[in-house]
T-cell receptor, first 116, second 117 residues
Framework: DTGVSQNPRHKITKRGQNVTFRCDPI?????LYWYRQTLGQGPEFLTY????????KSRLLSDRFSAERPKGSFSTLEIQRTEQGDSAMYLC??????????????FGPGTRLLVL | AQKITQTQPGMFVQEKEAVTLDCTYD???????LFWYKQPSSGEMIFLIY??????QNATEGRYSLNFQKARKSANLVISASQLGDSAMYFC??????????????FGSGTRLLVRP
């Protein structure tokens, strides 16, 4: 049973460039989450999908950010016109839907973004 | 609003001893879940243990146990027989269990644990 995978693991880009990250969840999980973690802080919620539907977006997700999950499988997170403040670890997690809030989210290894 | 507080930025423990990492939470929802994750320097968040708000007994998973005190709104993680590999950041997290909730996790700021040989 493979876990959550994320690609790339590291990304260095120049300010103003666009970047795209990919997340492949655990195959039977229909919920997928994106979080952002800055140095010395806990992860902060960005958005989540149930199957292919994006059901919630955080205020942290500015207009430059867009996420998709076509066909309810893998997901992509794109950042347009990157800024230095976007430098962070981007974490993806997935969970099954059980109900009652008892699902455990399993995280991928993250994509570490550095904007120069 | 939901909030998780971890007041210990860093902790030391001697190898083979037990250590308690503190976590307090705030929520108005009677149904919620509490989680602990470990984050080694590699960056991956590793799930350790879960406690539901209606669970009568404290959760245990191997060397990890959760000291759940509902009236005090605390959910401390106890690691017994510490090992060098336990050195990492530890995050406490909470999720509300309402039907209309996104089930997103709210994380604390973490505690860095260093196990001394």
């Amino acid at each position: 049973d493979t876990g959550v995978s994320q690609n790339p693991r590291h990304k260095i880009t120049k300010r103003g460039q666009n970047v795209t990250f990919r997340c492949d969840p655990i195959s039977e999980h229909n919920r997928l989450y994106w979080y952002r973690q800055t140095l010395g802080q806990g992860p902060e919620f960005l958005t989540y999908f149930q199957n292919e539907a994006q059901l919630e977006k955080s205020r942290l997700l500015s207009d430059r950010f867009s996420a998709e999950r076509p066909k309810g499988s893998f997901s992509t997170l794109e950042i347009q016109r990157t800024e230095q403040g976007d430098s962070a670890m981007y974490l993806c997690a997935s969970s099954p839907y059980i109900g009652g809030g008892q699902e455990t989210q399993y995280f991928g290894p993250g994509t570490r973004l550095l904007v120069l | 609003a939901q909030k998780i507080t971890q007041t210990q930025p860093g902790m030391f423990v001697q190898e083979k001893e037990a250590v308690t990492l503190d976590c307090t939470y705030d929520t108005s929802d009677p149904s919620y879940g509490l989680f602990w994750y470990k984050q080694p320097s590699s960056g991956e968040m590793i799930f350790l243990i879960y406690q539901g708000s209606y669970d009568q007994q404290n959760a245990t998973e191997g060397r990890y146990s959760l000291n759940f005190q509902k009236a005090r709104k605390s959910a401390n993680l106890v690691i017994s027989a510490s090992q060098l590999g336990d050195s990492a950041m530890y995050f406490c997290a909470m999720r509300e269990g309402r039907r209309d909730s996104s089930y997103k996790l709210i994380f604390g700021s973490g505690t860095r644990l260093l196990v001394r040989p």
